[in-house]
């Protein structure tokens, strides 16, 4: 979808998983005031429908294993007839996509996990 009138962009923030917490992943990202971030997840903002990539079957946005960089986009979340831009706010390699083309989201539903890439 191109920069229409119908479309936001929403950044939202990353989760951070950490080492001498809730860590689910073996890999160590950069620290994070004293704790090792493993891994973040990015959450949807707001009830939706997610949307992978700009056109339905097409390529989506991210698949797992790809580097994104702070900015980038992931997906899109529409509401209400709105297109929503999801995009990342550091940079990290996506390790999986917890969310199908098309899937009813919910608020603070996790849309992905991301491993932080190391400074």
């Known amino acids: 979808m191109g920069s229409g009138d119908d479309e936001e962009d929403c950044y939202v923030n990353f989760i951070d998983v950490v080492k001498s917490g809730q860590a689910t992943t073996p890999r160590d990202g950069p ?3 004293g704790q090792v971030v493993t891994e973040t997840l ?7 429908t997610a949307y992978l990539g700009p056109s339905p079957g097409g390529k989506p946005f991210v698949e797992v294993g790809q580097t994104v960089q702070a900015g980038q986009q992931v997906c899109m979340v529409e509401m209400m007839k709105m297109h929503n831009a999801i995009n990342a706010d550091r940079a990290g390699t996506i ?6 083309e098309g899937q009813t ?3 603070n539903q996790v849309l992905f996990r991301v491993r932080p890439l190391l400074a």
């Open 42 to 48: 990015i959450l949807s903002p707001f009830q939706g």
């Open 105 to 107: 989201v919910s608020k």
């Open 95 to 100: 390790s999986a996509v917890l969310v199908q």
């Open 31 to 33: 620290d994070q005031g």
